[in-house]
Every structure is written in structure tokens, then in C-alpha cells.
């Protein structure tokens, strides 16, 4: 069964650094999606994009943050200057059409010491 | 922006009892979705229920939509030690796109062999 992977599982970085956090969607589908989820708490928006251009973004999703499809697979999401409130588990998401279910990735696991 | 309340926030159940977690919004729902996160993992879509009053069933979950399409209920019938996770309501924004998932913030069942 087709399905979204994520690297690295898990990334450690210094605050004020920048991370880039890849994901893989499902080949067929066309809207791509990440969301974060800090330690027990609910999975929140970030950002969609669809035909190499933001649809939509959330009030999380400020300057410090960029999405980007750099060639026909890969979509990701780079954080400029890393903040130790950015520790949290980064999920992409893709799917078909903007009416179609999001298949989630298994996360990226992000710590700002 | 869309909002969903989701009770209540943590169920604890003995092997073999039942279990209902709850989604309420202030605005009608274009559809509702419901997904599961397992302790350490990524959120599964379960179902999308987006007629009024619609009830689906997978084998032991039973799931509702209201009939004025602001509420829904997951119901898991006897529960087993396999269902302990996270059960979230997502809903999209409030224009019908799912270009953007607002997730409640779930419900987490543990279950008592």
C-alpha cells in the first residue's frame, strides 16, 4: 500500500539553526499538507500547497517557516531559525484531490535544545 | 477560524466495556473525520461522514454525523487492549475545502486488560 515517508525520524538541532524536514507523498496525489503536534497535545494546521504554491497557511506558519517541492517527489518544510518552542513532531500529509482523505506520514520528531 | 470541541479528554475502560467520544461545533459541518493515533504514532484516517444523520459502522466503531451535521460521535462497542490510542474529530474549514484540517483535541482511551 502506497504511503507517506518522513526523514529523518527523529532531528536534534541548536536553537537559532535551520532544519530541513522532508516528506515523500503518495506518487498520485496532488495536495500536500504539514502539521505539528507538540507533546500531547492536538495535531495542529501548518500549511497546504497545492500546484507549487501555498493554498493555505495557519497563524503558526510565519516567516521562519517555507515549503518547497524541489523536484517531482519530495516536499519540505525548512525552518530558518529554529526556536526551542519548534521542539514537536512534524507530520506531512498528502492526498488526492482537496475532497480526498490526507494520508499522514509517520513524523519527523524535531528537538530544539 | 473553525473550531471543534471534543469530549472528553482521556476514558479509561476495562476490557470488554464500551466507549463514546464526542465532537461538537458551533457552525454546521461540510463533513467530519475521524482518526486514530496510537500511542507514539501518526494519525490513521478511520471515516468521513458527510451526509445528515449518517451512521457508519467498521466492525466494532460505530460512527454518527448529526442530523444538523454539527456533531459526531465515535462509538467503539467491547472494547479490546488494540483500541488504546488517541481518537481525533478533524474538520475542514469552514468554506467545504479540506485544504485545511482543524483537529480536535481527542480523545485518549486506555484500556484495562
Known amino acids: 500500500e502506497p504511503e507517506v515517508t518522513q526523514t529523518p525520524s527523529h532531528q536534534v538541532t541548536q536553537m537559532g539553526q535551520e532544519v530541513i524536514l522532508r516528506c515523500v507523498p503518495i506518487s498520485n496525489h496532488l495536495y500536500f499538507y504539514w502539521y505539528r503536534q507538540i507533546l500531547g497535545q492536538k495535531v495542529e494546521f501548518l500549511v497546504s500547497?497545492?500546484?507549487?504554491?501555498?493554498?493555505?497557511k495557519s497563524e503558526i506558519f510565519d516567516d521562519q517557516f517555507s515549503v518547497e517541492r524541489p523536484d517531482g517527489s519530495n516536499f519540505t518544510l525548512k525552518i530558518r531559525s529554529t526556536k526551542l518552542e519548534d521542539s514537536a513532531m512534524y507530520f506531512c500529509a498528502s492526498s488526492r484531490t482537496s475532497q480526498n482523505i490526507q494520508y499522514f506520514g509517520a513524523g519527523t520528531r524535531l528537538s530544539v535544545l | 477560524g473553525q473550531q471543534v470541541m471534543q469530549i472528553p479528554q482521556y476514558q479509561h475502560v476495562q476490557e470488554g466495556e464500551d466507549f463514546t467520544t464526542y465532537c461538537n461545533s458551533s457552525?454546521?459541518?461540510?463533513?467530519i473525520q475521524w482518526y486514530k493515533q496510537r500511542p507514539g504514532g501518526h494519525p490513521v484516517f478511520l471515516i468521513q461522514l458527510v451526509k445528515s444523520g449518517e451512521v457508519k459502522k467498521q466492525k466494532r466503531l460505530t460512527f454518527q454525523f448529526g442530523e444538523a451535521k454539527k456533531n459526531s460521535s465515535l462509538h467503539i462497542t467491547a472494547t479490546q487492549t488494540t483500541d488504546v490510542g488517541t481518537y481525533f474529530c478533524?474538520?475542514?474549514?469552514?468554506?467545504?475545502?479540506?485544504?485545511?484540517?482543524?483537529f480536535g483535541k481527542g480523545t485518549l482511551l486506555t484500556v484495562n486488560p
Open positions: 500547497f497545492y500546484n507549487n504554491e501555498i493554498s493555505e
Open positions: 457552525t454546521t459541518l461540510s463533513n
Open positions: 478533524a474538520v475542514p474549514l469552514s468554506g467545504g475545502s479540506n485544504y485545511k484540517l482543524t
